[in-house]
């Protein structure tokens, strides 16, 4: 299955704005009252700054043209109310809509976290971590500012626009809707606008993707960088990605930017046409100069938040392409589907089947053809053949971080996809040439993922390690279970192997695969872990893959893989007459 982010973005239907905030709402149902009591409080707000002009007018024309400056007070005091409203009633607006925020952030990247923990590793192998971190901390993190910051301001913004585009109508109707004329052209120029906007804001995030992960890389990586003294390559490479994200940046900031001058212009035009028709309104007698003032004022009320708008619209157009981006994942799923089996069990005899497998990655050539071969219980297995040959994916395949292409693969008789991940993970051991490890202590790493042992005490691990044969192994460690494990240069790769073969060992699984798990190992600690392994349950079936040959000796059998083909190789020396065979041949 393709989970290339990149590619995905460019077959991706646009979605359209409403749609998009629609699926966004769901992500946060449990929000769904504050939102509406944030709602309530914009109203309230909004209609106490519309209320302000009208009293304004009012006491133009019947306080401080007749003189009355007791009514005077009375206006005064009750501009004053509606102000103190609108103040109080924009600081809880504030403080509901930035918990609400914070609280979506939290969720979206939970959801966000806990879809990447579905997908397979096919999605990470065909994409880059970096843009990955991006996703999960920098478009989040757009959408928050929005929501927390943005979101209540538009909509505050828009009802005081509503409710001042009636009122300018309602005071007189034609002098409303030439007032509104520039607004209207203003709305069209959004429309026709946005969707470029959307699209330089994204590619704008799309490259501060890659600039994260091109830093990500080359830090993971910068040792090598070291070794070959190729600080030049690096600097080549950032500054590549480096000016692509300052390009991409520049355009997107000039197109976010180009609303503010545009509705600006808009507001003076309106406010041209308020005092040019109102003012010849007032000659003719059908106008007040207190209308005219609080016409001014709405006109000011309608076009002011729409000068607003065009900024908060670019920080919406700005979430929405964020959004793009996290909806991507959100809405990927799993090709590794558990799929309910009726069928009789399959080669009830064999630990392991391979019925007519065909393998290709994504958009590569064919790596396995037709492969079919049974592996029994109890037995180890050896598979060798040159580098690239697909010893390494077909050990991938039976541990199922990928499924094939065609065919089928049964594990103690039943299809492999029928098991759960916990059954399947109990059942199989993986053991890699590069272990993974958490930051903690030895016994964490040990029982990482392990619910058997979820509680257990030092005291109660090392007697369980000692009845595995995996005590000696502790010597290894400085503070024993509790040494630390806490970067690259806390423990050797050899030590990091060592907790990785504990941690498969004590599941006691049914199949255990070791890929060069010994690569990184010294001589004196293989010997102790070949030890160990001979300890293992009867039953226990081993996959070796290795190019050292004393590592396969003691094999029961031995596979070649290369050229899409898994075959009995033999015995050893028949295995390495193969390997040398094809090393000729290349």
Not at 201 to 210: D, E, H
């Amino acid at each position: 299955m393709n989970y290339n982010l990149d590619q995905l973005f460019e077959q991706q239907k646009k979605t359209s704005n409403v749609r998009a905030l629609n699926k966004l709402f769901k992500l946060i149902p449990h929000e769904k009252k504050n939102l509406w009591w944030a709602f309530f409080i914009i109203i309230i707000n909004a209609a106490s700054k519309l209320i302000a002009p009208l009293l304004v007018g009012y006491a133009v024309d019947n306080a401080v043209t007749t003189g009355d400056y007791k009514s005077l007070l009375y206006y005064a005091a009750a501009v004053l109310a509606t102000y103190l409203v609108a103040s109080g009633t924009q600081y809880f607006q504030t403080k509901v809509m930035g918990s609400i925020g914070q609280r979506m952030l939290y969720t979206l990247r939970n959801a966000l976290f806990n879809k990447l923990q579905e997908l397979p590793i096919g999605f990470f192998n065909q994409n880059k971590t970096g843009d990955i971190i991006s996703r999960v901390n920098n478009d989040t993190d757009k959408i928050n500012q929005f929501f927390s910051q943005s979101l209540m301001q538009f909509i505050g913004n828009m009802a005081i626009m509503i409710g001042a585009g009636v009122c300018l109508l309602v005071i007189h109707i034609q002098l409303g809707a030439a007032t509104l004329i520039p607004g209207v052209c203003i709305f069209a120029f959004t429309l026709i606008v946005s969707p470029w906007i959307k699209k330089r804001n994204a590619i704008s995030l799309k490259t501060t993707g890659n600039l994260s992960a091109e830093v990500q890389e080359s830090l993971s990586n910068f040792k090598v960088v070291i070794a070959f003294n190729r600080r030049d390559y690096f600097r080549s490479r950032f500054s590549k990605v480096n000016n692509e994200n300052y390009d991409a940046s520049i355009k997107a900031g000039l197109a976010n930017n180009l609303f503010v001058p545009v509705y600006g212009l808009g507001a003076n035009f309106a406010q041209l046409i308020v005092l040019v028709y109102g003012i010849s309104l007032i000659i003719a007698g059908n106008f007040t100069v207190g209308l005219l003032v609080s016409y001014i004022a709405y006109a000011q009320s309608f076009y002011n938040p729409l000068q607003q708008i065009a900024a908060l619209w670019t920080n919406f157009q700005l979430a929405m392409a964020g959004w793009d981006r996290i909806s991507q994942i959100l809405n990927l799923e799993s090709d590794l589907a558990i799929v309910e089996i009726t069928n009789t069990p399959q080669h009830k005899n064999a630990v392991l089947s391979f019925e007519k497998v065909h393998f290709s990655y994504p958009e590569g050539k064919e790596v396995l053809h037709d492969i079919n071969f049974n592996l029994e219980k109890g037995k180890t297995y050896a598979l060798v053949g040159p580098t690239g040959g697909g010893k390494t994916t077909t050990a991938s395949l039976i541990a199922r971080l990928f499924d094939p292409t065609s065919g089928t693969i049964y594990l103690n008789g039943k299809n492999l996809k029928s098991y759960t991940t916990k059954e399947r993970t109990h059942k199989i051991g993986f053991i890699l040439q590069e272990p993974f490890l958490f930051s903690g202590t030895v016994k964490d790493n040990i029982l990482y993922g392990n619910s058997s042992y979820e509680n257990t005490s030092d005291e109660e691990l090392i007697k369980l390690l000692h009845n595995s044969g995996l005590e000696e192994l502790l010597s290894l460690f400085n503070k024993g279970l509790q040494t630390e494990v806490e970067d690259d240069s806390s423990i050797s790769l050899g030590q990091k192997q060592v907790i990785a073969f504990m941690r498969a060992v004590l599941r006691n699984p049914n199949l255990l695969i070791l890929d060069e798990a010994t690569a990184n190992i010294d001589t004196v600690t293989e010997q102790l872990l070949d030890k160990i392994l001979k300890k293992l349950p009867k039953e226990t079936t081993l996959i070796i893959i290795a190019h050292r040959l004393n590592t396969i000796e003691s094999a029961d059998e031995i596979f070649f893989i290369n050229n899409k083909q898994v075959e009995p190789a033999g015995s050893l020396e028949e295995a390495v007459t193969k390997l040398m065979q094809d090393k000729r041949n290349s």
